[in-house]
């Protein structure tokens, strides 16, 4: 029975070859050295992906032990997203959390998070899994919540220099009159 | 490097460049100047990139992107500062003063900003401090523990869980505002307003209210050592049920309340009412905790189980594969205890053996083969049977070791599973399957001696038309081994002669081998003299390893009986005691003596197919989805323990003259809880004259240490007497042992006792500042629980082949009747009892039918070398309380049979 907190072991994203796009094994923080790690080594790592890949691609496997860990699993277009756990950890508080990373994604890119897309916006990947996992611990399941959290890189030059100014609230004004003034001209009320 | 639309051909083209030299060039951008978000945001993400692959900075190359990153502190902009606060936490593991940015976070943190980036400042704050620096960041995470922020509260709150262990006193200290993040409606419950809401959800979720879980580990944490207050809070938590609400904690909750109610009856009692209630609602992840805790609970009723059992089933048409597979698995957990109460379930679980999910189908196969009784085994087989075509060869190795384990299960179902076996190695498959088969039918034949004949002309079939050499080989050796005990031995060799007429070399070598065997042990002088003749024949072979073996066995023939001693030898040096008396001569270097290979301990064949036989039925309760490893694992781990213990045994001088172990205890005994500061197992040494007990003492405490740690161990009877006592000088980190050896009164044969042990020990606390223990310590004890020295002390398991023959010819006999208020099933009283007396169960009997009484067989040895032998007559007490039991036992002299006897008192 696990009485912590530390609920998740892994999360990885391999594509439709087995090639990482994102892993992340987790531990807790301020452990000894060399204490607490899942795997020794990248190599150890990527022998578990390999073979890990191979029992669950293109099947229905969607929830299984394997290598003495539990672990779910979800296949999106061309990519797969997997949860390691512990053995003896709940099936579905980990599918669960699995399932809020996969929803928080679609609901940020309005569209299936395939490789290309996770590549393409590999920032707002790095925060939905830092939002949702921190260390192995479940920080939120709520896919909106942890979309809400989600910056965007800003994308031009122009919206950069605005945030130079200490003024905030300038931005939201400047934001709120660009809205309004769209509207108007929609109803041709000018 | 452009970003243009360009670019975007090949799916790598994002990061094709990217690795640590281009990366580490590109950040010093970071120092200029003029900082564009947007650009550090991109070369960020590139970094990202390689840490979430796997590259691994070096030392120098972190502390130098790291303190790089950090210039980007002066700009303000949200989203720059997030992914800041992010690549810190990755980079911080590996670059070196990592703490200098501590003030440039605590900036971050601070209340009354409404930023999106202080939960991901908080977070990071404790990956750069160090223990010492804990007290400067007290108020910031005790204010943002009560934060209404959900994702504040949380990031407060699991950020002190992680400090726990680094900074236990000071944490401890905001046990206040942890009650209160738990119990209040207000920590946690507010979201922080978001664009995202307005531009593309639409409207403001409501907070999920997982900070209540984050808070309620961080709790028990917090007073897990203190059961008195733990159970205080339970209660609390139990009784205002509005309190929890947060799935995530509820499932903390379940665990909590599971781990307390094996220790206390009255807690335990209270408590069950409201995991009945709790089944029923709040979602499957609370109902399905619920349920394997309950399961797992030692002390709890069948008519307790009877809720959890019609839940599980339900779960087990789900629409969701985690939701089945989880109550499957839970259900597979309750049928190695309790196969009774899944047996009304066994109509679902098969639906469940063709389930798209494969290890949710191999589970549904295993528990039906645990609840499984005479009759459902052959409609079971029927429905294996008809979807065998159906999986791929990896599932049928599983189904062929689930076979292989219901074969010792139920020995009267040989004939079906043979019937079963022998089909499928006649269809299409591979190389492992068709071994696994072979390895089934190989089992059956040592372990179910009735099967024996059958199976070895099915083998035979087999090796007719065998594509794999290397299977060909496995089965004539089986045959050598087993052919020449049947009753027609000549069946055999027609098979035999025939691989040596058509196969090729390595199969022609392994057909000589067995052939020799037929010859040697046959007392037939006719089929001595066939299997010579053929022989000789072979002496022309083309292969020169064929002619060897044959030259070797025609010499062997015509000298029979002076190869007869060394080839029919039963005596076996036990492995693991050969090789560590080889290890032990080959490091003392005394090679001017010959190594003495008769004082090497020696076992009958038959003693190691027993001890083969417990692992083997160890392992079929093992989980099965990964049968090998699961199997090397336990082999691994447990001789690791064995080797363990005898090593520090065999480091003490003064038990030297004591003469050869005789036994120990199969594995160690837990005295004091596993939470417990001071964690003691014990192992039991049985010599001629003595008895050494051998205490592993763990200290738990990183802050103390002890010295000079002893138990003071007091017999209840004169039958020990204590010698002597060898302490452990200090004890910090890894377990240690302490010996207590004492002498056998001259009296009495076998010393039966019980042993009141108390620990003591010097205490030195540790300097927090330099790590060195205090130079004043102070005397203390620690109260271990109570260890018997009965009788499964002097005995170990023996296989025995002719339980009956045996039985009639010993010469001492004793019985005795006893009611076992405490077992309600044959089943719980068959392990019990054979694991009171450490004896060997034989011919399947324990595993009990449904008839209203039930026998067990029961084979033993007793550490002097004298044989024993136990009927075990068991039935239903007439008051409806427990089992009614008749032990008779057969042995050698009488003080051996009384011990049997006496052994269940």
Same mark, same amino acid.
């Given at each position: ?14 594509? +439709? +070859? ?41 099947? @229905? ?62 920032? @707002? ?33 122009? @919206?950069?220099?605005? +945030? ?10 400047? @934001? ?15 | ?192 307003? &978001?664009?995202?809401? /307005? ?45 929890? &609400? ?125 609840? #499984? ?71 059956? $034949? ?43 031995? /000549?069946?055999?060799?027609?098979? $035999? ?28 002088? *006719? ?131 004591? #003469? ?8 160690? $005994? ?16 049985? *010599? ?120 009639? &010819? ?77 032990? $008779? ?17």
């Amino acid at each position: 029975m696990n009485l912590t907190l530390y609920a998740v072991n892994a999360f990885l994203i391999l594509d +439709s +070859s087995g090639k990482r796009i994102f892993t992340k094994y987790y531990a807790p923080p301020h452990l000894k050295e060399g204490e607490g790690g899942v795997f020794n080594s990248v190599k150890e790592e990527k022998t578990f992906e390999k073979g890990l890949f191979e029992k669950t691609w293109k099947t @229905q496997n969607d929830i299984l032990t394997y290598d003495g860990k539990l672990v779910v699993m979800l296949t999106v277009m061309d990519v797969i997203f997997y949860i390691v756990g512990g053995m003896e950890e709940n099936e579905v508080m980990l599918y669960e959390c699995l399932r809020s990373i996969r929803d928080a994604l679609e609901l940020l890119f309005k569209y299936v998070p395939d490789k290309r897309t996770l590549l393409e916006n590999y920032d @707002q990947l790095v925060i939905v899994v830092d939002e949702t996992i921190d260390d192995g611990v479940i920080l939120e399941t709520e896919p909106a919540l942890i979309a809400a959290r989600v910056t965007k890189g800003p994308v031009s030059e122009a @919206q950069a220099i605005v +945030s130079d100014f200490k003024e905030m609230g300038f931005m939201n004004s400047f @934001q709120k009159a660009r809205e309004k003034i769209t509207e108007r001209i929609l109803k041709g009320t000018f | 490097m452009s970003y243009s639309k360009k670019d975007d051909d090949g799916d790598e083209s994002i990061f094709a460049n990217v690795n640590q030299v281009t990366v580490t060039q590109d950040a010093r951008a970071f120092n200029s100047s003029s900082i564009s978000p947007r650009k550090s945001r991109r070369l960020l993400s590139k970094i990202a990139y390689l840490i979430y692959t796997g590259e691994h900075f070096q030392e120098k190359q972190a502390t130098e992107l790291f303190f790089g990153i950090t210039k980007l502190f002066q700009h303000k902009d949200p989203s720059l500062r997030q992914f800041v606060y992010i690549i810190i936490k990755e980079l911080s593991v590996v670059a070196e003063d990592v703490i200098m940015i501590t003030s440039s976070i605590m900036k971050d943190t601070a209340t009354g900003r409404e930023t999106i980036y202080r939960p991901n400042a908080i977070r990071s704050l404790i990956r750069v401090i160090d223990a010492n620096t804990v007290p400067a960041i007290e108020r910031i995470l005790t204010t943002g523990i009560v934060d209404p922020i959900s994702a504040v509260a949380s990031a407060a709150l699991v950020s002190a869980y992680h400090l726990y262990p680094v900074a236990k006193d000071i944490v401890s200290r905001w046990n206040n505002e942890v009650q209160d993040a738990v119990t209040s409606h207000n920590v946690g419950r507010k979201v922080a307003s &978001s664009p995202f809401f /307005t531009s593309t959800l639409g409207y403001t979720p409501n907070a999920s209210g997982i900070s209540q879980y984050h808070a309620l580990g961080l709790l028990y944490r917090i007073r897990r050592h203190d059961s008195i207050a733990m159970n205080k809070l339970l209660q609390l938590l139990v009784s205002n049920l509005g309190t929890v &609400s947060n799935s995530h904690a509820f499932v903390m909750l379940i665990r909590y309340i599971s781990s307390l109610m094996d220790q206390n009856t009255q807690f335990r009692d209270q408590m069950v009412p409201f995991l009945h209630g709790w089944l029923k609602s709040k979602g499957d992840m609370v109902n399905l905790e619920v349920a394997r805790n309950m399961v797992r609970l030692k002390n709890i009723s069948d008519d307790d189980l009877q809720p959890v059992v019609s839940v599980l089933k339900i779960f087990l048409s789900s629409h969701r594969s985690a939701t089945r597979f989880s109550a499957i698995r839970t259900l597979n957990e309750l049928a190695m205890t309790r196969p009774h109460l899944v047996h009304s379930c066994n109509l679902n679980i098969e639906s469940l053996i063709t389930d798209v999910n494969r290890s949710i189908a191999t589970y549904a196969i295993t528990t039906l083969l645990k609840t #499984g009784n005479d009759e459902s085994v052959d409609r079971l087989m029927k429905q294996i049977v008809t979807f065998m075509s159906d999986i791929s060869d990896n599932f049928k190795i599983i189904v062929v070791d689930a076979i292989r384990s219901l074969c010792l299960k139920f020995p009267r179902k040989q004939d079906s599973m043979l019937t079963f076996l022998s089909n499928i190695l006649c269809d299409e498959g591979g190389y492992e399957f068709k071994r696994a088969a072979v390895d089934a039918i190989s089992d059956m $034949i040592k372990y179910i001696p009735e099967s024996k004949e059958r199976a070895l002309a099915e083998l035979c079939e087999f090796i007719e038309d065998c594509e794999y050499p290397k299977i060909a080989v496995r089965i004539l050796s089986i045959l050598g081994e087993e052919g020449p005990k049947a009753s027609e031995p /000549t069946r055999f060799i027609r098979y $035999i002669y025939n691989r040596i007429m058509l196969e090729n070399a390595i199969v022609r070598s392994a057909a000589v081998s067995a052939l020799t065997k037929f010859g040697l042990n046959a007392e037939d002088k *006719f089929v001595q003299r066939s299997v010579k003749v053929i022989l000789t024949r072979c002496l022309e072979d083309a292969d020169d390893e064929v002619r060897d073996r044959a030259a070797f066995s025609v010499k062997a023939l015509e000298d029979r009986d002076a190869f007869l001693p060394v080839v029919k030898s039963d005596k076996i040096p036990s492995l693991p005691a050969l090789e560590r008396s080889l290890v032990i001569y080959i490091s003392e270097r005394k090679f001017g003596q010959g190594f003495d290979i008769k004082s090497v301990p020696v076992l009958s064949q038959e003693e190691i197919d027993a001890e083969n036989l417990r692992i083997k039925k160890a392992t079929t309760e093992v989980e099965f989805t990964e049968v090998t490893p699961a199997e090397d694992q336990n082999a691994l781990a447990s001789s690791n323990i064995e080797t363990e213990f005898l090593n520090a045994l065999e480091s003490v001088s003064e038990f030297n003259e004591y #003469g050869p172990v005789l036994k120990s205890s199969p594995s160690p $005994i837990e005295l004091t809880e596993q939470e417990t500061e001071f964690v003691v197992k014990v192992v039991k040494h049985v *010599f001629k004259d003595h008895l050494v007990v051998q205490f592993q003492l763990h200290n738990t405490l990183s802050e103390v240490i002890l010295e000079n740690a002893v138990v003071v161990s007091t017999p209840s009877t004169d039958d020990l007497v204590e010698e002597c006592v060898v302490p452990a000088a200090i004890v910090s980190g890894e377990p240690v042992s302490i010996f207590v050896s004492f002498k056998f009164n001259d009296s009495v044969p076998y010393p039966l006792t019980t042993l009141t042990n108390t620990l003591q020990f010097t205490t030195k606390e540790i300097d927090i500042h330099t790590g060195e223990p205090e130079e004043e310590g102070y005397e203390d004890e620690y109260k271990i629980d109570d260890l018997d020295v009965s009788a499964g002390d002097f005995i170990s398991p023996a296989y025995e082949s002719n339980f009956d023959g045996l039985f009639d &010819s010993l010469e001492h006999e004793a019985s005795e009747v006893y009611v076992l208020s405490l077992l309600d099933s044959f089943r719980s009283t068959c392990s019990r009892v054979a694991e009171l007396l450490q004896m060997q169960p034989l011919e399947g009997t324990e595993n009990p039918t449904d008839k209203p009484v039930h026998v067990m067989k029961l084979s033993g040895k007793l550490v002097n070398g004298e044989k024993v032998l136990a009927l075990v007559k068991m039935a239903h007490s007439k008051d409806g309380e427990g089992i009614t039991i008749k032990v $008779i036992a057969r042995g050698e002299s009488d003080s051996s049979v009384e011990l049997v006897v006496g052994g269940i008192a």
